[in-house]
């Protein structure tokens, strides 16, 4: 019944910019911490940013300043706005969904909601 569905990938090159969304159902994301992973081929998934119930957020190094992680509760909808965009930075993106009280500094193993990812990929 809990759906996560992303949508927004795409193929750009170097430098310019994607929108990803991820619309929930079956749960209502203002009572959810929600993160951004991605996956390359052959890598381990990584935390990207993530967003708070309140609207604090936490990026990681290698996107602070190009990506902007934000929420439209009453829509239900996730975003991700991804600019200045590198090479390095393809991968499958996913939405995720967690209750853990440590929120945006939760592990991967509490996300318990997950979307079914979309592509991007950021040709040089």
């Known amino acids: 019944q809990v759906q996560l569905v992303e949508s927004g990938g795409g193929s750009v090159q170097a430098g310019g910019s994607l929108r990803l969304s991820c619309v929930a159902s079956?749960?209502?994301?203002?009572?959810?911490?929600m993160g951004w992973f991605r996956q390359a081929p052959g890598k381990e998934r990584e935390g990207v940013t993530f967003?708070?119930?309140?609207?604090?957020?936490r990026y990681e190094d290698s996107v602070q300043g190009r990506f902007t992680i934000s929420k439209e509760d009453a829509k239900n909808i996730l975003y991700l706005q991804m600019n200045s965009l590198k090479p390095e930075d393809t991968a499958m993106y996913y939405c995720?969904?967690?209750?853990?009280?440590?929120?945006?500094?939760?592990?991967?193993?509490?996300?318990?909601?997950w979307g079914q990812g979309t592509q991007v990929t950021v040709s040089s």
């Open positions: 995720a969904a967690t209750l853990s009280p440590w929120c945006l500094w939760a592990p991967v193993g509490q996300y318990k909601h």
């Open positions: 079956g749960i209502t994301i203002s009572t959810y911490c």
């Open positions: 967003i708070g119930r309140d609207g604090s957020t």
